[in-house]
């Protein structure tokens, strides 16, 4: 088997010699290969990774279509102008229908995208400065350096040269900070919330390049075929585009452009083989189509590019990221400073009182243990603190400054990090990749510096930051290991270090120790008595009682969501309320 490396440098070299040696069927072949590559590439970072359902790309693809050749054929003006028209048409487009449909979810989100994708069909068509049903024909052809791209052959190398920059980028995207925070969007968007990110943002930016890599798709497709009709952007285009990004691998870069060869020849060949074979026209194709997908996405439910990955060997074992100074440290308070501060808290779900005037406070340089029965609320608790839930009543101060109507991303800002009472990991993503996600603040380089490769020397930062923490942990052997592949016990030691990884003031941990065995435990309290030596404040829920009494300052009890006791755990053992609670009475 040849490497990794050496089948990349082939397929480049294939690519570049394919005009030279292939008919000119073939050669057009390719070029509707490269166009539909761009816009399953945006398919699979916004529908593979950001987990958008999208069937409207192809409504991207005309309005930038429609845009250069409104521009070029009536008005004269230069194919060039009408890139910078068409995109900034898509553009427009795109931020105004992603900000009303992306706060829609589930299938609402996806009908949502056919709806508008059917609107802009029918406004193409219904138009007579776009021709109607009629469409715009007699486009002109692109120039470059003087030189007229009229042919498939000629234009073959303009298509393929943007579509491998698109790759790059996208691959580039990925493995960077803001790449992290997408690959968190999908199942984990409370938990990025938590480090930082600005989830509704976040979606909205890779909707957007989805989009624009569609309308990219659409200015190279006008001028390779010097005309363009509302039939190339109805809702099956929009529906083979999607089919393309899942047959390649929905989450994997490379799987749009294996998705989008697989479905253009396929149609293309079934389009041949199946008359002559029936002996009559028909529409046979897509019956047969549609089995081979079923039967296909029943074998390889990843997509394919998962599969031939698989037939490469497999690289050599990457090594640890190379030391980098470290980032800079937020100042901890000094010890016994008034931290955090809760009073007449409450909070309701229907006519359930799930918190109910509750109230302690922390001072800083202290581990405070928060316990109680399962469904004490103290869960609750921890997400009205971190800005998951919104309190209904009372007051939550942190340093003096209110934070009870905070968000989650400006409560991460003033210093405080949380693990999850149910682990809340990115699975398939690396252990270094995960943990690096709690750096997030901590980084300033935002997308278009990831894609041109500019972020390198604060990348390093992050990881070497990432690597630390992990040996801090007692996980530096496990970097490179897929997250959802550990133990249930070193998950939870992975969130720890996530977590460590935002350089928090305060930091809150629920049921940290659930799942660990004997000595692992011991090393977790080890780990949390040198955090508190280091300055470090943390706000504990944990049942595991041998491991609370013997690791935190003082003790908060609840019960039905209000305190019932309060003090050091000496106090607590013997409180007469407290045994009730647990045991049911002293007796």
Known sequence: MIGRHRALALFLVAVALAPLVLPAFYVTLLNYIGLATLVALGLVLLTGVAGVVSFGQQAFVGLAAYATAALTVPMGLSPWLGLVAGLALTAAFALVLGAITLRLSGHYLSISTIAWGIALY?????????GQYSGIDNLPPVAVAGFALESGRESYYLIWLV???????????LDSRTGRAIRALRFRGVMAESFGVDTAALKLLVFLYAALLAGLSGWLYAHFLRFVSPHAFGVNAGIDYLFMAVIGGASQVWGALIGASVLTVLKEWLKDLLPALFQKSGNYEIVVFGVLMTLLLHRTRDGLAPAFARLLPAG???ARPPDAPA?????QPARGQPLLQLRGVQKRFGGLLAVNDMAFAMNSGEILGLIGPNGAGKSTLFNLVTGVLAADAGE????????ERATQREIARRGIARTFQHVNLVSTMSVIENVAIGTHLRGAKGSLAA??????????????????QLDRVGLGEHLYEPAGSLPLGQQRIVEIARALCADPVLLLMDEP???????????LAALLRKLRDEGMSILLVEHDMEFVMGLVDRLVVMDFGEKLAEGLPAEIQANPAVLEAYLGGIE
């Open 122 to 130: 029918y406004l193409f068509g219904n138009l007579p400065e776009l």
């Open 451 to 468: 894609m041109l490769h500019a972020d390198r020397d604060e990348e390093r930062l992050l990881l070497a930051e990432a690597a630390r």
């Open 396 to 403: 939550i101060r942190f340093l003096g400054e209110p934070i």
């Open 327 to 331: 980032l800079p440290r937020r100042t």
């Open 316 to 318: 050599s074992t990457r």
């Open 163 to 173: 579509t491998a920059a698109a790759l790059l980028a996208a691959r580039n995207l």
């Open 513 to 523: 120790a659930a799942g660990l065995r004997y000595g692992e435990k011991q090393a």
